[in-house]
């Protein structure tokens, strides 16, 4: 992986980053517990602390990815990024470009799904 590549993904981590960012902030909102006393039918409110349990989810994976992208963004510039952690392969560019923030190869992240 050259210099460019890297300051490519650098930036692109910095923008992730920042939507993450973002997006996490709707999330933390909607993620709120639903007030008994809320004015919502039966039904509603069903659907709406199912909505709530849901965005709790989507907090968590969420807070998990920007963990990880935090992590790619320290590592960029240093030679194991972009190494896979089980074969110590180098990793496709094109797949660090489409997820930065992994630290697998393809075929290594394949096998360990499958097993
Ligand atoms: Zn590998």
């Keep these: 992986m050259n210099s460019e590549d890297r300051s490519e993904i650098r930036a692109s981590v910095i923008g992730i980053i920042a939507s993450l960012n973002e997006e996490m902030l709707i999330l933390t909102e909607n993620a709120k517990p639903i007030a ?4 919502l039918g039966r039904l509603t409110r069903l659907e709406a602390m ?5 965005n709790v989810n989507r907090l968590h994976e969420a807070g998990i990815r920007l963990n990880r992208l935090q992590y790619a963004l320290r590592k960029v510039d240093t030679p194991e990024y972009g190494i896979c952690l089980e074969c110590e392969e180098p990793i496709l560019t094109a797949r660090m470009k489409l997820m930065p923030e992994t630290s697998l190869c393809i075929r290594c992240a394949n ?5």
């Excluded at 008994?36 to 004015?39: G, I, K, L, W």
């Excluded at 199912?50 to 849901?54: D, I, M, S, V």
């Excluded at 096998?111 to 097993?115: G, K, M, N, V």
């Design 36 to 39: 008994p006393d809320c004015s």
């Design 50 to 54: 199912q909505e709530q349990e849901l």
């Design 111 to 115: 096998e360990l799904s499958t097993s």
